[in-house]
């Protein structure tokens, strides 16, 4: 697959595929932890995301497989668990994008989850442009969104939150057409205010502790941190609004 973490489309024992991060990728082993947290926690506010799961990959398919290695060095990819990512349908049957022309992308089913993830996307400090793909189901016609990519959140390996006003962003600014002020965010925003601690606690419980070196100190941290920021998010998604990159241009 494309991007920076060289992921691998698999197919698992549930008879599914997924888009399979692993652990030895270019980005770093956090990448894998920030992806199963944030897809669980940005899926318990109503963002789209694709269903998480950790994927074991074992030593003997990666032996006999000769393309399962990291780019870079052609180093084999690491055995043990990955991250999934599970991917809309079977790829012989679903068509996916990431890109779809301005007409198109105007008459997407769901466009107002690009102002739900960026919410999410505020709230956990996404150093990485916005990322979705694009399918339809079945004989729909039009296509909808979903939100891929969270490796970024907590500053990736970082696991801390430099915030600034365009990160998070979705690059094309026409699917925030019909942003007409902070109520256009508010549903999302109100399910990240009324979080309390225990999802966030239950959504880490299933990282594997070798996805963040073993550090429960730095975990609790984290969840910490973010369970603070939960109130940032009007004033993050204010700021963004006055930018000189004006991402909402029918904001009232």
């Known amino acids: 697959m494309r991007g920076g973490a060289q992921a691998h489309l ?4 549930d008879e599914e595929y997924y888009v399979v991060k692993f652990k030895n990728n270019p980005q770093g082993v956090r990448i894998l ?87 999410f996307d505020k709230w956990s400090c996404n150093t990485n442009g916005r990322q979705a793909i694009f399918f339809r189901c079945g004989s729909e016609l039009r296509y909808q969104a979903q939100m891929i990519d969270h490796g970024f959140c907590f500053n990736a390996g970082e696991w801390n939150f430099p915030d600034a006003p365009l990160r998070g962003l979705y690059a094309r600014h026409r699917v925030y057409g019909g942003v007409r002020g902070l109520q256009s965010f508010e549903p999302w925003i109100a399910r990240i205010e009324k979080l309390d601690a225990a999802p966030l606690e239950e959504a880490a419980s299933a990282i594997p502790p070798e996805w963040y070196e073993g550090n429960q100190e730095a975990l609790e941290r984290l969840l910490e941190q973010l369970f603070r920021r939960r109130n940032l998010v009007r004033d993050l998604i204010v700021s963004a609004w006055k930018s000189s990159a004006q991402p909402f241009p029918n904001w009232k």
């Open 33 to 119: 932890a920030n992806e199963l947290l944030a897809t669980r926690l940005a899926a318990r506010i109503g963002v789209p995301t694709a269903q998480a799961a950790v994927v074991e990959v074992r030593e003997g398919l990666i032996r006999h497989t000769e393309d399962l290695v990291v780019q870079m060095g052609r180093a084999p990819c690491a055995a043990g668990f990955q991250f999934g990512s599970r991917y809309p349908g079977a790829p012989a049957e679903t068509v996916v994008y990431d890109f779809l022309p301005e007409e198109q992308l105007c008459e997407v089913l769901n466009l107002d989850a690009f102002c739900g993830v960026l919410a």
């Open 10 to 13: 698999m197919r698992c024992a």
